[in-house]
């Protein structure tokens, strides 16, 4: 059974780089035709996509983002990661990494795979 | 970008009750339209995808209806296990989530 679970640090200091790892069991990230995203979910509020990384390498992100996000992947280790630069208190959230299968239809970056989430806060 | 607004937030319920949850987006999103169970400390779970159809291993007391802007998400005969938070999710348009949906025990 495939299962994601996110690593790293839980206590970044402002203008740092948050950056974290998930980790793919059971099925390779760099074969099946799957995006790999990252999506938070500030503290009392919804859900924001972050943005995305495929195995060909291809990566999307949020506009509201963009300009901060960094997606890579690591075949060898079957790990995708997120870095997120100069980071704020506004960036405290529990962070998913999840896995969407390819469009087809009106089914778009359904994010049918989760793993439990990691809460990252910002704080000196 | 697509806002999306979903009501009632919260919404108190009994055990059997039918509920129904709605989405409404800003634009016509073309039932790019999918939903969210998160209960805390638990990974999320997709349940309907593409406005209508149930992911593997939903119980089909889940329902999803909807088209242009407007998408519900039914319930019927809740069960204790479904008590939580639901969020509807468009992709139409890069991707946005509704507010959510705090289903609570009445």
């Known amino acids: 059974q495939v299962q994601l679970q996110e690593s790293g640090p839980g206590l970044v200091k402002p203008s740092q780089t948050l950056s974290l790892t998930c980790s793919v069991s059971?099925?390779?990230?760099?074969?099946?035709?799957?995006?790999w995203n990252w999506i938070r979910q500030h503290p009392t509020k919804g859900l924001e996509w972050i943005g995305y990384i495929h195995h060909t390498g291809a990566n999307y992100y949020n506009p509201a983002l963009k300009s901060r996000v960094t997606t890579g992947m690591d075949p060898s280790k079957n790990q995708f990661s997120l870095q997120l630069t100069s980071v704020t208190a506004a960036d405290t959230a529990v962070y998913y990494c999840?896995?969407?299968?390819?469009?087809?239809?009106?089914?778009?970056?359904?994010?049918?795979?989760w793993g439990q989430g990691i809460l990252v806060t910002v704080s000196s | 970008d697509i806002q999306m607004t979903q009501s009632p937030s919260p919404l108190s319920a009994s055990v059997g009750d039918r509920i129904t949850i709605t989405c409404r987006a800003s634009q016509f999103i073309n039932n790019y339209l999918n939903w969210y169970q998160l209960k805390p400390g638990q990974a999320p779970k997709l349940l309907i995808y593409s406005t209508s159809t149930l992911q593997s291993g939903v119980p089909s007391r889940f329902s999803g209806s909807g088209s242009g802007t407007d998408y519900t998400l039914t319930i019927n005969s809740l069960q204790p296990e479904d008590f939580g938070t639901y969020y509807c999710q468009q992709t139409y348009s890069d991707v946005t989530f509704g507010g959510g949906t705090k289903v609570e025990i009445k």
């Open positions: 999840a896995r969407a299968p390819p469009c087809g239809g009106s089914s778009c970056y359904a994010f049918d795979l």
């Open positions: 059971d099925a390779s990230i760099n074969i099946a035709n799957f995006y």
